[in-house]
T-cell receptor, first 114, second 116 residues
Framework: KAGVTQTPRYLIKTRGQQVTLSCSPI?????VSWYQQTPGQGLQFLFE???????NKGNFPGRFSGRQFSNSRSEMNVSTLELGDSALYLC?????????????FGEGSRLTVL | AQSVSQHNHHVILSEAASLELGCNYS??????LFWYVQYPGQHLQLLLK??????LVKGIKGFEAEFIKSKFSFNLRKPSVQWSDTAEYFC??????????????FGKGTKLSVKP
């Protein structure tokens, strides 16, 4: 069974630009969650999508958005990038979502903002 | 708001030493508890989880964790560590009770370095 696939793995952007990250969950998984990982703040929850609907949202500004398609693939977008957005963005999928199911994480997309 | 504290940022042990990593959470209701591990260059993966029942939970690779409700703790233990246990360990919690709402709140992680 293929794991969670995130693209791109690495990217470099400049302040003010926008970025779109993609996540393909494990086949059959309907929940996709996004997390931001930084050395200072650790793993912070961004949002969760389940069957194309945003089910939960973390405490991030509106510049961070996401969506989920009918095939459960998900994208997240960050507009007007700031230096502080440099981080590893992790996607996790599960059949039902936390807490009832184990989260399966991808390897992440490492974003550097210059 | 819920929070998770992992008091040790970096732990260094020799092979065969015993390990205990602390995890405390702040939430008074029913919780689900998890430990995730991230080996160097790999993705996060589940080590063990507690939803209900026996508070002593056994996971993969000889790890176990004990849920102590009165102390709001879920410490991770292993009697004898190996060099291959070198990794970063994350404790996580979310609201339980059978609902599927809620997200995982992670601690900031503990890096474990095992010297051969």
């Amino acid at each position: 069974k293929a794991g969670v696939t995130q693209t791109p793995r690495y990217l470099i952007k400049t302040r003010g630009q926008q970025v779109t990250l993609s996540c393909s969950p494990i086949s059959g998984h309907r929940s996709v969650s996004w997390y931001q990982q930084t050395p200072g703040q650790g793993l912070q929850f961004l949002f969760e999508y389940f069957s194309e609907t945003q089910r939960n949202k973390g405490n991030f500004p509106g510049r961070f958005s996401g969506r989920q398609f009918s095939n459960s693939r998900s994208e997240m977008n960050v507009s007007t990038l700031e230096l502080g957005d440099s981080a590893l963005y992790l996607c996790a999928s599960s059949f039902l979502g936390a807490p009832t199911g184990e989260l399966f994480f991808g390897e992440g997309s490492r974003l550097t903002v210059l | 708001a819920q929070s998770v504290s992992q008091h040790n940022h970096h732990v260094i042990l020799s092979e065969a030493a015993s390990l205990e990593l602390g995890c405390n959470y702040s939430y008074g209701g029913t919780v689900n508890l998890f430990w995730y591990v991230q080996y160097p260059g790999q993705h996060l993966q589940l080590l063990l989880k507690y939803f209900s029942g026996d508070p002593l939970v056994k996971g993969i690779k000889g790890f176990e964790a004990e849920f102590i409700k009165s102390k709001f703790s879920f410490n991770l233990r292993k009697p004898s560590v190996q060099w291959s246990d070198t990794a970063e360990y994350f404790c996580a919690v979310n609201e339980g009770g059978g609902g599927s709402q809620g997200n995982l709140i992670f601690g900031k992680g503990t890096k474990l370095s095992v010297k051969p």
